[in-house]
């Protein structure tokens, strides 16, 4: 018989001290199990030792958390005195044993798909709420840019977990209830919730506003997602100079969400960088400056393949 099948027969059947003694090619290693009742739940604590029937006399013994019972159902906390951690590999557990990490992700995992969607859809957006509008139009951008017709495919962003390892132990002992545990946080976030649904809100109603993107963003953004390129080189023309520099395809996007600039530390090499500023007679050092933008982009090429060209 196995440890855990030996084990969960002891628990279940006595709520007293135990021992299991199990042999091997060095001799045999001897485990001391201690029980005890924490509310409505009985906790299991244990100790071993090799060849030596009565270790567990020492007065100086630490015992390690093992298990939590409750209503004839053991959860395993300790899976490694138990003889069930195996790398990628996964234990077969015996009637009404169950893993303690796998009740706390069932907890987590039931608050952030069912629990908080039902909290979240049901807030409702105050006036009062402060949007940054500019924040907005940026995000808003970028999701366009992505190829995107929403912020999120659900309308409902994604969770925290919620509950750590003593919550579950607080709730098997009956000190803490699932239901209205949740309840009360997630009323603690409650604000926090209101202001993330009005920006998303928000967010969602720019990019219903196309001409928040110009053709030529949108014809760039177009361009950089048809392809799987860590770099592309893109050729600038302004005051009718042109030069071309390898850069990063999201550098691109970031830089034209939010209508910034380029300087010569957005480039693949900050020597090419400043040489490509040079040629194009820009000097980020001055104070009445010319900045290079996107929109001083003329071609942006992929191995030879030519992803966007600015129309005249």
Not at 34 to 55: D, I, K, T
Not at 245 to 273: E, Q, S, W
């Amino acid at each position: 018989m196995k440890l855990i099948e030996k084990f969960r027969t002891e628990v279940l059947n006595s709520q007293d001290s135990f021992v299991i003694t199990e042999s091997g090619e060095s001799g045999y290693k001897t485990r001391y199990f201690v029980q005890g009742n924490v509310g409505e739940a009985r906790y299991v604590y244990g100790c071993y030792g090799y060849n030596s029937a009565n270790f567990y006399s020492d007065i100086n013994r630490k015992l390690d958390f093992i298990a939590i019972v409750r209503d004839n159902k053991i959860y395993i906390y300790n899976e490694f005195f138990l003889n069930l951690w195996q790398h990628n590999n996964k234990i077969q557990l015996p009637g009404n044993v169950y893993m303690f990490t796998d009740i706390l992700k069932s907890a987590n995992n039931y608050v952030r798909n069912v629990v908080f969607p039902k909290f979240y859809s049901g807030l409702e957006i105050s006036d009062d709420v402060k949007i940054n509008l500019n924040y907005c139009i940026v995000s808003a951008r970028r999701i366009i840019f992505s190829g995107a017709d929403s912020i999120e495919s659900t309308g409902v962003p994604e969770y925290h977990d919620i509950f750590n390892e003593q919550d579950i132990a607080s709730m098997l002992c009956g000190f803490m209830e699932f239901g209205k545990e949740s309840g009360k946080r997630l009323l603690e976030e409650k604000k926090q919730w209101i202001n993330k649904k009005a920006i998303d809100t928000k967010i969602q109603e720019l990019i219903g506003k196309l001409k928040i993107v110009l053709p030529w963003e949108k014809a760039i953004a177009d361009g950089l997602r048809g392809i799987n390129a860590k770099t592309v080189l893109a050729e600038f023309e302004t005051c009718g100079k042109k030069s071309a520099a390898k850069i990063y395809p999201d550098t691109i996007i970031n830089k034209m969400a939010g209508n910034g600039y380029f300087d010569y530390y957005n480039f693949l090499t900050d020597k090419k960088g400043r040489e490509l500023l040079e040629e194009l007679g820009i000097d980020t050092r001055l104070r009445d400056k010319k900045h290079l933008t996107c929109k001083d982009i003329s071609k942006i090429m992929y191995r030879g393949k030519v992803l966007y060209v600015r129309e005249n």
